[in-house]
């Protein structure tokens, strides 16, 4: 592993995994950053987190970085001319470079040709060697919130990923007509003539996503290879491959798309200690009966020796038994005798040799990879519209994985007989009260008994299914008591809410001595005015 790599590589943030769906600031590491932009860039937002070398350990100061993927390198107009003179740039970007898979240079300053007596050629010349001997990029800022500008945006696009930018020049619509025609300009064998054609014949988009074969083919300049194509386009499932995330899911849950054998997943996204602090391993699986572990990094891209570099700096963790508490359980399999290899995974060969020893390249099938994330995207669909709906012991079961993940459970019940605005957005506030909403539905028998004979209105399975149909909804159970009580002991969720009509003192006390015996907190929300199932009924009744 490169030097610098030790020191500063391979500090893979959690923060990358969890910041797309947290509120929380984004943390970016630094190391002997000038107070004055650290502060700034914590005005912008971001934590700073700070590393700080031994004393007389050489390196670059001004850093911004980003495991060994990344590293902004600040520098004013004085010391970026002063470091030309004295040589220290080369050295420093010859470090860099071989550390980091991307280096980027700040320079802040309005001119670089006044600071000091130095001929623009040289400093022209500078500026091109870092880009090109180097492959360093270079950016020119004029201040300081210029510089904190556009590291923030750096930031925030390697650790949330670069918003999708279509490759297609795009201008403004003018009308619906216009922006019409250019959705339908963008099908196969179409253009800007055979959109005009193609609207006229079936006046709307929405017919001719519709439109048969033979249809379309009599749209004059489309034909029978064009209309094959564009039914191809406008039918055919999405199947792809967009992101690492995908590929992790659609492996932990199909290793046999990486190995033969009896193999066994026992971590996934696991901390573990690096010399400079904490990296993620994808994932770990275990061959018992080989008695080898294998640590897997998983790759959108072609893999490359820098992903080697982080993989072994994994597994030399590992050997040393210094993979800290969170990470205890892969120590435990290195204290046990399990040889420890590494497996870099992708949908694609390598451009250069890269594997070295212990630690191997594979080449994930991409057709099954594809059909293994549409399937992962089909049974979340369905999970989240059916199988939402546990009986008390499973959804206990389910409910202890969550929390064992430090993830916060609400609980919250009601008999929703006619589902209706006031209940969508209580169950949304609720919801925002932690990461995962579990809603119990009272059964026919216990909703008789709160409401009277005349109730129901629809019968428990039915409102059930309305409840598990709200995004804002994880899991629904139905009871048959009158009260949570039970339940509340069995899966003991850590926020029970409840609505405005209630306060503290005119809950069921059975049910609040339960929480506080175990620890969870009571939230009264704010009452909804003016919505009730009743007034609904009342309302249908007066038509």
């Not at 969890?18 to 970016?28: C, D, G, K, Q, R």
């Not at 556009?150 to 696009?157: D, E, G, L, P, Y």
């Not at 005009?196 to 988009?205: P, T």
């Not at 009277?452 to 299914?465: K, Q, S, V």
Request: glycine share 6%.
């Amino acid at each position: 592993m490169p030097a610098l790599s030790r020191h500063y590589g391979l500090h893979t943030m959690v923060e990358r995994r969890l910041a797309a769906n947290s509120s929380e600031p984004l943390t970016v590491t630094v190391m002997r950053l000038r107070p004055s932009l650290a502060e700034a860039l914590t005005t912008c937002g971001l934590n700073v987190a700070e590393i700080e070398p031994g004393r007389d350990e050489p390196g670059p100061q001004n850093c911004i970085l980003f495991g060994n993927e990344l590293v902004i390198v600040w520098k004013n107009a004085h010391d970026f001319v002063q470091s030309i003179v004295d040589k220290s740039l080369f050295a420093e970007a010859a470090e860099l470079t071989e550390g980091y898979e991307k280096v980027v240079f700040v320079v802040e300053g309005k001119d670089l040709y006044d600071v000091r007596n130095v001929h623009e050629k040289a400093i022209q010349g500078a500026l091109s060697a870092l880009v090109v001997q180097y492959q360093a990029a270079v950016l020119r800022t004029a201040s300081q919130a210029e510089t904190v500008g556009i590291i923030a945006t750096i930031a925030r696009h390697q650790l949330l990923g670069v918003p999708e930018v279509s490759m297609h020049p795009k201008r403004k619509a003018v009308d619906l007509a216009d922006l019409q025609r250019r959705v339908v300009e963008m099908l196969p064998c179409v253009g800007r003539v055979g959109a005009r054609n193609m609207l006229r014949a079936f006046e709307s988009i929405d017919r001719i996503c519709n439109a048969s074969e033979e249809e379309l083919a009599a749209v004059p300049g489309i034909g029978a290879r064009g209309a094959a194509q564009i039914r191809q386009v406008l039918s055919g499932a999405y199947e792809s491959v967009d992101t690492e995330t995908e590929i992790e899911e659609a492996v932990s849950r199909n290793l046999s798309l990486l190995f033969g054998g009896d193999v066994e997943l026992v971590a996934r996204q696991r901390a573990v200690a690096v010399p400079t602090g904490r990296g993620i391993i994808d994932l770990a699986v275990a061959d018992r009966s080989r008695k080898v572990l294998y640590i897997v990094e998983l790759k959108k891209d072609p893999p490359t020796k820098k992903d080697v570099a982080q993989v072994r700096g994994y597994i030399d963790s590992l050997r040393r038994n210094a993979a800290g508490d969170d990470a205890h359980v892969l120590s435990e399999f290195a204290a046990g005798g399990f040889e420890i290899r590494g497996v870099i995974a992708s949908p694609f060969e390598p451009k250069h040799a890269v594997a070295a020893g212990e630690i191997e390249v594979r080449v994930l099938p991409r057709e099954k990879l594809a059909e293994a994330v549409t399937a992962h995207y089909h049974r979340e669909r369905t999970l989240r519209e059916v199988n939402k709906i546990l009986s008390p012991e499973p959804l206990r079961a389910a409910l202890d994985e969550r929390k064992a993940a430090s993830e916060t459970v609400v609980w919250t019940n009601g008999c929703f007989d006619i589902l209706h605005k006031g209940h969508v957005t209580y169950l949304e506030h609720a919801r925002s009260l932690g990461d995962c909403l579990v809603v119990g539905v009272n059964s026919d028998a216990s909703t008789r008994a709160i409401k009277g004979p005349d109730r129901p209105i629809f019968p428990e399975d039915h409102r059930a299914r309305l409840v598990a149909a709200l995004r804002c909804v994880d899991y629904v159970t139905i009871f048959d008591e009158t009260d949570t009580t039970r339940l509340l002991e069995l899966l003991e969720p850590t926020v029970y809410a409840k609505g405005g009509d209630y306060t503290i003192d005119t809950i069921n006390q059975d049910e609040r001595r339960v929480v506080e015996a175990y620890g969870g907190r009571i939230a009264i929300l704010p009452k909804i005015e003016g919505e009730s199932t009743t007034a609904v009924i009342q309302r249908i009744k007066e038509r």
